[in-house]
């Protein structure tokens, strides 16, 4: 892929992509979501389809070979993708998650080490940051270490739920250098999967998204070069959470995709099947259920397309915008796959419609990128701070 020379910042620009992408799925990714979903296998193809269409770094600048876009016009291509196979949404919006600690986090040489090489697909990113005992309190329940030896940091430790973590050439790993700092003794890293020390382990068999590998990985003495610290030491966490607040809209769209999905089949279908001599939609159990999915799909976006723009401008409450629509949107698809389910009756049920997968797919997104109990945890403290701690911390999360 050349590098793009221009910025992406006007509305008609955005509008070219969104149409470029909207064939690109309809020709190249809605036909091959059944089959990616039953065999549970990463489409290559469709990586390389979207790296050599500039969409792997869509909000990533131009000095850094990205696209130069905005995040608002990164979430609607990920809704694009999303409505047709969420599997392959995965590939744009994790690719996202894994380059923005070095954006966020990384010195200048770090950025421009790797990030063109990730922006342009070239390499696969992923995001380390989920162990067995840390899901949902990623911070205190750490156990991965890294010690400074000499000019390397040797890590040792393991993290699981890692999307695309097999497939990675680099992934940025978090890890505690400061037992007794708590946060602020946790640091990230720049690890490369020739990394002496670093293992893929077992691939997760999983309800939905098949179609993204999801493994654990291990760290035996693993050997970084002390060059590949991001930032400084202690800072990591920080750098985690700055992060999810980016990347958390990017599975709100997700959702909304799958969402919006399931939606506009099961309406399709309520226009064409006939029961007692007229088709369903116009049986008002079913017009009704529809009209609260579409009022339901609609809120989410605005939600969704607000919370983007936040992240745009570098908004001081973007935490609480990211969450917000993490939450929305991921409660939103839930049950609007269930009623997509329902309005196809049994052949919702069936494998041989699209919506029993969108509903499978549908569920990651109130696990991942922090549970639905924690965008709640995040929302509370932002209205009245750390006193809403009662509030109850979901188990897995993921990533
Ligand atoms: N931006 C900047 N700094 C932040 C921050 C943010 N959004 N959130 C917290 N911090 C800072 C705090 O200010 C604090 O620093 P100071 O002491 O200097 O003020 C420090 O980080 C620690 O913060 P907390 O005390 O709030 O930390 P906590 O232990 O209470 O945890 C939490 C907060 C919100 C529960 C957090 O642990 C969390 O988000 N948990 C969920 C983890 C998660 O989302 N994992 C997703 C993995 S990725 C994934 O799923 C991807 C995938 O598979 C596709």
Known sequence: MATPQHSLDTQDEESLILASVRQLVGQRVAPRAAEIDERGEFPMDLKELFAQNDLLGIPIPTEYGGLGGTFLTYVKVVEEIAKACASSSLIVAVQELGMLPILIGGTEEQKRRYLPKLASGEWIAAYALTESTSGSDAAGSMRTRAERRGDAYVLNGAKIW???GGLADV?????????RKGPKGISAFIVEKNFKGFQVGKKERKMGIRGSPTVELNFADCIVPAE???GSEGEGFKVAMKVLDKSRPGIAAQALGIAS?????????????????????QHQGVGFMLADMQ???EAARLLLYEAARKCDEGAPDVTLWAAMAKLKCGDVA????????????????????PVERMMRDAKITQIYEGTQQIQRLVIARALVGRGADAASKGQGTGG
Do not use: W
């Open 162 to 164: 890692i999307t695309h």
């Open 171 to 179: 992934v940025c790993v978090f890890a505690v250098t400061d037992p």
């Open 228 to 230: 590949n610290l991001l």
């Open 261 to 281: 999905g399931a939606l506009e089949y099961a309406t399709n279908y309520a226009k064409e099947r006939v029961a007692f001599g007229k088709p369903i939609g």
């Open 295 to 297: 009022t339901e799909v």
């Open 334 to 353: 839930m049950a609007v796959t269930t009623d997509a389910v329902q309005v196809l009756g049994g052949f919702g049920y069936s494998a041989e419609y």
